[in-house]
């Protein structure tokens, strides 16, 4: 799980629940995607991931490695690294750049290679299925799919989702051949006591 402005990681062991904490020192540790060797984590704060690798049976390490973003990476002066998802083959990383709208390929070195495809402002969590790609765009209340190439270095639009329940989706999850997205409702007066729920839309086909 991350931690967003504790700047911290946390890991779930499903057998007994027990929840282990890991101190980043990250501005804002914002997503997580898990691969076989490791579990990555975004932060939006600065140009920067971090590797959580897996040990034997599974367990974590016992602290997490910082990865600096280099190559084509513009980092920007806001909000940055937000979603990550793995790229078609499963050898690299996708990550969307929330400020700047731009899609990259990041290698597990973190050098980042930018994706040719269309403008993903406010972009936020990534979901890929083979190669498709959900982008949810979080101001925007939309979700894009796109259709990447076998390096995950392009990708065409071949639909965008909408729905009028949309209240700032943040991320999603697919279960058969539909989407769930939690609503964040940014911007509503009362946070605290306001009513969120989760969209189910159509996720279509690979």
Do not use: C
């Not at 936020?124 to 790609?133: A, S, T, V």
């Amino acid at each position: 799980m991350a931690g967003g402005p504790s700047g911290t990681a946390r890991v779930i062991d499903t057998g007994s629940g027990a929840i282990t904490s890991y101190a980043l020192g990250g501005a804002f540790v914002n997503d997580v995607v898990l691969t076989r060797k490791a579990a990555w984590f975004t932060d939006s704060g600065v140009p920067r991931l971090y590797r959580l690798d897996r040990g034997e049976g599974g367990a974590p390490a016992a602290t997490a490695t910082p990865v600096t973003l280099t190559g084509e990476w513009v980092q920007g002066t806001g909000f940055g690294a937000n979603g990550i998802a793995t790229a078609p083959g499963g050898k690299a990383l996708l990550v969307v750049n929330s400020e700047t709208g731009k899609l990259y390929r990041v290698e597990t070195t973190g050098v980042a290679t930018e994706v040719d495809t269309v403008s993903l402002k406010a972009g936020d969590g990534l979901l890929r299925h083979g190669r498709l790609l959900y982008v949810v765009r979080n101001q925007e209340d939309t979700v894009v799919v796109l259709r990447l190439d076998r390096t995950g270095l392009s990708g065409d639009v071949v639909r965008t989702i909408t729905s009028d329940d949309f209240d700032v989706p943040t991320t999603l999850a697919r279960f058969g051949t539909h989407l769930y997205l939690p609503n964040a409702r940014f911007g509503t007066s009362s946070p605290t006591t306001a009513d969120y729920w989760i969209t189910k839309v159509r996720g279509g086909r690979r």
